[in-house]
């Protein structure tokens, strides 16, 4: 297991607030593809507006999805490796292991190989490391603390640094942008 990401969820017992879950997140996934590329889903709703009043399954613990459900967000921790360590990313595998149903473009991997785009709101902060956004028209370099807002664009997140970056991402449904 490459990540180990502590979370803690609350919930009730009756009309009791309590934690529920305290635990080393056991949905953590190297993606098939991507050697070094570890997900780590903490939770996911599957409405808008969640329903607090109700507990059932760990949330966190389903197949890995990489997009959203209608109306539903995602909590996950990301490591993505530096790509100096890896052999190549085969991107039709990555994307089929991540379940997604934004996968590259053919006409978009001059840029990059997994330059894609997601019908949803992502909300991000690097952690640890550094990474390079890459959109269709300039780049950025992200560190620590750093905080992004990707809106539905194609971009692609490259690692040109000698150690892992770790990303908090929030995920939240969106309508498609053009």
Known sequence: MGQKIRRVVTGHKGRTATIMIDDLAPNATEINGWPGLWVTELWVTHAAPADNAQ???????????HDPEPSGTIFRVVEIPPESRTKGIDTDAAFKALGSHNRPRPE??????????????DYLVVIS???????????????????????GTNHAWVNKS???????????????AP
């Open 55 to 65: 507990w059932g399954a760990d949330e966190g613990a389903r197949p890995l999805r």
């Open 129 to 151: 490391g550094e990474m390079w956004m890459v959109m269709e028209e300039g780049e950025v370099l992200l560190r620590p603390g750093d905080c992004i807002v990707q809106r």
């Open 162 to 176: 000698d150690a892992p970056c770790v990303l908090a991402a929030i995920l939240v449904d969106a309508k498609a």
């Open 108 to 121: 978009d991997s001059a840029k990059h190989p997994t330059m894609h785009k997601t019908n949803s709101v």
